[in-house]
């Protein structure tokens, strides 16, 4: 097909969805451009979508990434084309004709939520069925009360959540073994119920404290001394961050936030939040919970 390779044509293709792709296919679609966005892994997102926290304010990836990936889906200048590798660029700065390679899907783009059940059940990738496995026995300490927890929700609509968290209420962290228990009473995977038990930071699946205190460490409550708050914690306690005290009283957490950037810096011991806290408020705080341990 002839064409004229003089012709300027007014559409953009930015290569790579990652932080630096989405933003420069916002920056050159606000400025009225066309612009195909263009990923060969399943989703936009990049290598940041895959971290927790950002340098040096430890702010959490998502929260820099959610509002451009929310910005990208409703511009009406900007398509998305994710599964895609380039094959050949022929033309000229102006005029450039690419040629794509579009890898299958399987699933109908316009109506997938993304909830992952078409993985756990696809039929080309579980050709081999697991062996069925000996019935899962509960520790002593724990049978009565998740037998009690999973028989009240399993039946009900959308049973894991409540489950996970009623669970986590009672004994304050998820043990592995109930955690396969519940994957055998309700049919989640086990892996999904990991997921789910390792995304939420209300959730632990390591033994915590009775009070467990969360420090948060924000951007607000950073610049505002948080990390001198969390030394002067850890020398009460005498436990790092992450870690719990031997007599199982304290949890010291660091959170990226808490919701109250007014009172920074803030600090959160089970349901109560201290706001404005200096480092002679510490010992303060921690004796309140010394007289109900």
């Given at each position: ?10 559409s ?20 009225g ?74 699933v ?9 059940t ?16 000996e ?5 002593p ?21 409540p ?11 998820l ?7 519940i ?10 119920i ?16 009775k009070?467990?205190?969360?420090v ?20 009460l306690l ?13 949890t ?27 480092i ?14």
């Amino acid at each position: 097909m002839n064409r004229d390779q003089s012709r300027k044509v007014g559409s953009a293709m930015v290569v790579g969805g990652g932080i630096a792709g989405m933003q420069a296919a916002l920056d050159l679609a606000e400025s009225g451009i066309k612009v195909y966005l263009i990923d060969n892994k399943p989703a936009i997102g990049g290598v940041m979508s895959q971290l927790d926290k950002t340098f040096p304010t430890n702010d959490c990836a998502m929260c820099i990434m959610a509002p451009r990936l929310v910005a990208i889906g409703r511009h009406k200048d900007i398509e998305v084309i994710t599964l895609a590798d380039i094959e050949k660029i022929d033309g000229g700065p102006g005029n450039f004709r690419i040629t794509l390679n579009k890898k299958a899907r399987y699933v109908d783009e316009a109506t997938c939520t993304g909830c992952g059940t078409c993985v756990s059940n696809c039929p080309t990738s579980n050709r081999v069925q697991p062996v069925q496995k000996e019935k899962i026995e509960l520790q002593p300490e724990f049978k009565e009360k998740v037998i009690e927890i999973v028989e009240s929700n399993k039946n009900r609509d959308g049973p894991l959540m409540p489950i996970l968290q009623q669970i986590n209420s009672a004994f304050n962290y998820l043990p592995e073994n109930t955690l396969n228990y519940i994957s055998q009473e309700t049919g989640y995977p086990l892996a999904h119920i990991l997921r789910i038990a390792t995304f939420y930071s209300a959730f632990s699946i390591v033994p915590r404290g009775k009070h467990i205190v969360n420090v948060c460490m924000g951007t607000t409550c950073y610049v505002r001394g948080s990390e001198r708050l969390m030394e002067r914690f850890s020398d009460l306690l005498k436990v790092k961050p992450e870690e719990t005290t031997p007599d199982m009283m304290y949890t010291l957490k660091g959170v990226r936030c808490i919701g109250c950037c007014g009172l920074a810096p803030a600090v959160m011991v089970g349901d109560t939040v201290f706001g404005k806290v200096t480092i002679k408020d510490v010992p303060d705080i921690l004796s309140k919970y010394k007289k109900t341990a």
